[in-house]
């Protein structure tokens, strides 16, 4: 089986699977609790093929026949290493094994795609080595901490409780794909039966073949996420050699607000480009088709160096009036510059102040379903 060791005493192994074959080299980053499995749309799309290769390099020249592809399992889930302690996780650690793949591959530079903290870690390693990244694909991504909270609303809280609380792979299936797809997509018939039919069969299926992901994985993983974050060192860092990025993102998505993502476009500007899917969060899977597409046009703009003016959709100043106010403070002389430092503050308490929120709301509707189990049943008149 492949693996990539990571470090020297530490004792990580990353598993990984590479698919097609030739000069254009794409890296794949899966996201929470995910394998490298879940690439297999985008592998096929890309290379024409979802059976790994054995280090073979194809020919050709065209696109979907030259490309060779990476995709791995996280510290954490799948055949890779399972650290035990939440500090081993962190999205700077795990693009730190990305890397290492791509040494173990010889591989000089690559396309780096991610979905969710997937993309997260894919921020961070284009952060670390912006000169190894010919362009970035963000799927379904936000910039981490507070970002994280889902939509709050009845069903989103629903689908939290219950992953948590998911033991089986039934149970777990049920909940990924309220996670993943929209409603409008599960709803769908194929043939005599629901598609949510058709792909609670299939999740059964792979989460009881490659087992449930350990509860040290999975709360490593959660713990790289919360303590995510997007740097303006890091923004300056991911623009500085000039690479064509790409947001991708489901509008129905209620894992990942699309709001957060198209801020992280904007702050890529003018080097980024937003593409606005209808679909949830597995938007890869969702939306097959486009996503590839997607992809492929971004491979192509790369490799053909299109200007960034030619490639971004985004408007040269952000629309909003608080970013707008920021940028300009940042812009002024030293003396003004304090009047900066006081906006940012304002800024940070914004965000513990919608994190607590957050905690509020969820807490309020545990105890008050906790009442409703709890509440003593009413009894009638007795019939004397």
Same mark, same amino acid.
């Given at each position: ?39 297999? *749309?985008?592998? !096929?799309?890309?290379?024409? $093929? ?5 280090? %073979?390099? #194809?020919?050709? /020249?065209? =696109? @979907? ?17 399972? *650290?035990?302690? !939440?500090?081993?996780?962190? $999205? ?5 094994? %990305?890397? #290492?793949?791509? /040494?173990? =591959? @010889? ?278």
């Amino acid at each position: 089986m492949p693996h990539c060791k990571v470090g020297k005493n530490n004792g990580i192994n990353i598993f990984y699977r590479t698919y097609g074959g030739g000069p254009v080299k794409v890296l794949l980053i899966i996201g929470l609790a995910g394998t490298h499995e879940s690439w297999l *749309p985008q592998v !096929k799309g890309l290379t024409g $093929t979802e059976h790994p290769n054995d280090g %073979a390099f #194809a020919n050709g /020249d065209d =696109l @979907g026949y030259g490309v060779e592809v990476c995709a791995f399992d996280n510290r954490g889930v799948g055949r890779s290493s399972v *650290p035990t302690k !939440k500090s081993s996780y962190s $999205t700077k650690r795990m693009a730190k094994d %990305a890397i #290492a793949v791509l /040494d173990h =591959l @010889g591989w000089k530079d690559a396309h780096v795609f991610g979905h969710s903290m997937g993309g997260m870690i894919a921020c961070k390693l284009a952060a670390l080595v912006p000169n190894r990244v010919r362009s970035l694909a963000l799927l379904n991504v936000t910039g981490g901490g507070y970002q994280c909270i889902p939509r709050l609303d009845r069903k989103t809280l629903s689908v939290a409780l219950r992953f948590v609380r998911a033991k089986t792979p039934e149970q777990r299936a049920a909940v990924d794909l309220d996670t993943h797809f929209s409603e409008e997509y599960l709803g769908e018939r194929v043939g005599a039966i629901t598609r949510r039919a058709l792909l609670y069969q299939e999740y059964v299926k792979a989460i009881s073949s490659s087992g449930m992901q350990s509860p040290h994985g999975l709360d490593g993983q959660l713990h790289a996420c919360w303590n995510h974050k997007v740097t303006e060192e890091d923004i300056e860092s991911m623009c500085s050699t000039g690479f064509l990025v790409s947001v991708i993102h489901g509008r129905h998505d209620i894992i990942a607000q699309i709001r957060h993502a198209r801020t992280l476009a904007e702050r890529l500007h003018p080097f980024s480009r937003m593409v606005d899917l209808p679909g949830g969060h597995l938007i890869s899977r969702e939306r097959t088709e486009e996503v590839n597409k997607a992809l492929l046009d971004l491979i192509r703009a790369s490799e053909k160096k299109i200007s960034p003016q030619d490639w971004t959709n985004l408007p040269i100043i952000p629309t909003s009036g608080w970013i707008r106010t920021r940028l300009s403070l940042k812009a002024n002389t030293d003396g003004e510059n304090q009047v900066s430092g006081v906006y940012g503050t304002l800024e940070r308490m914004n965000i513990v102040l919608l994190y607590f929120f957050g905690l509020l709301v969820l807490v309020f509707e545990f105890i008050r379903k906790a009442a409703r189990r709890f509440k003593p049943a009413r009894v009638g008149p007795a019939l004397t």
